[in-house]
């Protein structure tokens, strides 16, 4: 799906925010985003006339994520709210069909303050420590929840099918990650420059997936642990936002999917796992645990870099030969050839 295609009308807008008795004031197209456009959206109350600025999130109409997507991240920023101390935006309308403005969409509360990779590469060492000590208190705090299957939220909490793959719910991480290991394939038949990777992977799949057995319970997962979705401000965090590729998964897949420039600061990944172990959450992953999640991760780089790198060829070039060679020395580890 071409990203750029997706733009709501005035009236598409008037429309959703009629459905809340709001007027709109203003509109901008934020960001084209590839999986959701984003809309700030200025309103005023039809009753109290008190003003607010809400967001609009547009769902990309792909098959796989119908209604599925969209009503998995709701309910799972409904449960925050209501079960954890975890601040989240708080949803006020969304459309699980197309028949209002032709996409599925949220709207939603618009937080304060920006977001922490902003400012992060400015702040002290010790303001680092003080965010990262809340984003691991935060951490700590949503593996609190265990589960028995792996997969999205259904309303009521059900485990559903993974919102990515549309399959699930499974049992075990071995099947999960050899379900989304042969859907990035099919995919990748369409790549010519991947296909020689293709019975490798599979061997792969067979020889090392098939034999992954952690031990570990199903905890709930953010899956992109970022320092740009923690929104801030004065010192606190605002809000956790971006949650559609949540869900019910080992514990592996938040701690292989850190991005918080941990190695970079030693003292902040000592603080954030000193953190962690209080709490008593995981803090490492295996070596087996490392390399079945790499070889799952580039399969899905090798379909999705361009998509990520839309406008910039020569970056998606480096970008996409890094995790070649990586896969490489990954293949040639476990004797694939």
Known sequence: MNKYKIKLSKKNIEDVLARVNKKVLDYKLFDHGFNNPIYFVKTKDKKTKNKQELVLRVT?????????????????MDFIRENTNIPVPQVYDYSLDKKLIGYEYILMEKIKGKPLSKIYNKLSDK?????????????????????????????????????????????????????????????MKKKERFIPYIPKFIEFKEKVIKQYKPKEKFVLTHMDYALKNFMVKDGKITALIDWEW????????????????????PKGKKAFE?????????????????????AVG????????????????????????KYQKMLDELFLKYKIK
């Open 246 to 265: 949540s869900g019910s998964f080992p514990p592996q897949n938040d701690l292989l999917n850190l991005d918080l420039d941990l190695d970079k600061f």
């Open 60 to 76: 990309n109409p792909l098959k796989r994520w119908e209604r599925l997507k969209t009503l998995h991240e709701v309910t799972i």
């Open 127 to 187: 303001e680092k420590l003080h965010y990262l000590k809340q984003i691991a208190k935060v951490f700590a705090e949503l593996k609190k929840f265990k589960f028995d299957k792996i997969g999205s939220f259904q309303p009521g909490m059900k485990i559903g099918p993974m919102v990515d793959i549309r399959e699930g719910p499974f049992d075990n991480a071995s099947d999960y990650l050899a379900a989304e290991l042969e859907c990035r394939l099919v995919e």
């Open 274 to 294: 000193n953190v962690l172990k209080k709490k008593k959450v995981q803090t490492h992953c295996s070596q087996k645990d490392i390399d079945v999640y790499t």
């Open 298 to 321: 580039i399969a899905l780089v090798f379909i999705a870099y361009e998509h990520w790198h839309v406008s910039k060829p020569r970056k998606a070039e480096q970008f996409v030969t």
